[in-house]
Nanobody
Framework: QGQLVESGGGLVQAGGSLRLSCKGS???????????WAWYRQAPGKQRELVAS???????DYLDSVRGRFTISRENTKRMVHLQMNSLIVEDTGVYYC???????????WGQGTQVTVSS
């Protein structure tokens, strides 16, 4: 159940949009909806930081610098989590990672990372 596959990164101009997707292809529905999902990013020379999260109950939270521009969502029937990124700025550049955690099954899964590059 630990395989997470990401897609959707790329090169975009400042002000543009991208949607990242993460698929938990081997997850049963109860696991997919019972855990907490998050997107992290890591810019060159910087530490990985939490960008957005959505817990099992559906409440979401965001890094202050992306609040109002990014939206995290789940698509349960497809076992997918999305990160819609609008009004992108150069500082959003980095490798974005999908993460799933569920304490009851000792799960802490990571995607392979997808590159997002925002040009000025």
């Amino acid at each position: 159940q630990g395989q997470l596959v990401e897609s959707g990164g790329g090169l975009v101009q400042a002000g543009g949009s991208l949607r990242l997707s993460c698929k938990g292809s081997r997850m049963i529905l109860s696991t997919f909806t019972g855990g907490n999902w998050a997107w992290y990013r890591q810019a060159p020379g910087k530490q990985r930081e939490l960008v957005a999260s959505i817990i099992s109950g559906g409440t979401s939270d965001y890094l202050d610098s992306v609040r109002g521009r990014f939206t995290i969502s789940r698509e349960n029937t497809k076992r997918m989590v999305h990160l819609q990124m609008n009004s992108l700025i150069v500082e959003d550049t980095g490798v974005y990672y999908c993460n799933f955690r569920m304490e009851s099954i000792n799960a802490d899964y990571w995607g392979q990372g997808t590159q997002v590059t925002v040009s000025s």
